[in-house]
T-cell receptor, first 112, second 109 residues
């Protein structure tokens, strides 16, 4: 199993550009989530999904969209990038309930 | 006040020392996770606890549900243990995690 994969690993955007961060998992996990990690702060939940076709907002959803058309994929879209979205983004997946979390390798995004 | 507090924020140890990292939380939880993040690296799950104690190699994690407290212990620490250790709690009936800010551990040879 590849586990949780994320692409790209690094990205530089200009303010106002849009892009999609890709996340995929091959473990048939129902639960997938996106987090951002900023210096001095714990990881914060952006959006999550409890299954294909179902998504919901987390703690910091503004400026981001998600969709879950398949169990495997959970892309995160930045609609109009802002410098405040400079961060490291992690995708994670798990089975429902109390279950081990599997994290992707992260995407380091810089918005200038 | 953060719902998940870790201490210390930074810890420097000499190789071979016994290390303890603490995590306190203020919400009801269904499980607590300890995660490890190496510099520039991804995040790896070390333990998931809902009660008692778990051991894996030189790592031991304990949780006291009544006191809302968990500890991560590293015995015979080694420079390769240098990383950020993150405590995260899972509340209620969802898989949502609330994270602490992490403890940066440096083990010197």
């Amino acid at each position: 199993n590849a586990g949780v994969t994320q692409t790209p690993k690094f990205q530089v955007l200009k303010t106002g550009q849009s892009m999609t961060l890709q996340c995929a998992q091959d473990m048939n996990h129902e639960y997938m989530s996106w987090y951002r990690q900023d210096p001095g702060m714990g990881l914060r939940l952006i959006h999550y999904s409890v299954g294909a076709g179902i998504t919901d907002q987390g703690e910091v959803p503004n400026g981001y969209n998600v969709s879950r058309s398949t169990t495997e994929d959970f892309p995160l879209r930045l609609l109009s990038a802002a410098p405040s979205q400079t961060s490291v983004y992690f995708c994670a997946s798990s089975y429902p309930g109390t279950s081990e979390q599997y994290f992707g390798p992260g995407t380091r995004l810089t918005v200038t | 006040k953060n719902e998940v507090e870790q201490s210390p924020q930074n810890l420097t140890a000499q190789e071979g020392e016994f290390i303890t990292i603490n995590c306190s939380y203020s919400v009801g939880i269904s499980a607590l996770h300890w995660l490890q993040q190496h510099p520039g690296g991804g995040i790896v799950s070390l333990f998931m606890l809902s009660s008692g104690k778990k051991k894996h190699g030189r790592l031991i994690a304990t949780i006291n549900i009544q006191e809302k407290h968990s500890s991560l212990h590293i015995t015979a620490s080694h420079p390769r243990d240098s990383a950020v250790y993150i405590c995260a709690v899972m509340g209620g009936a969802t898989n949502k995690l609330i994270f602490g800010t992490g403890t940066l551990l440096a083990v010197q040879p």
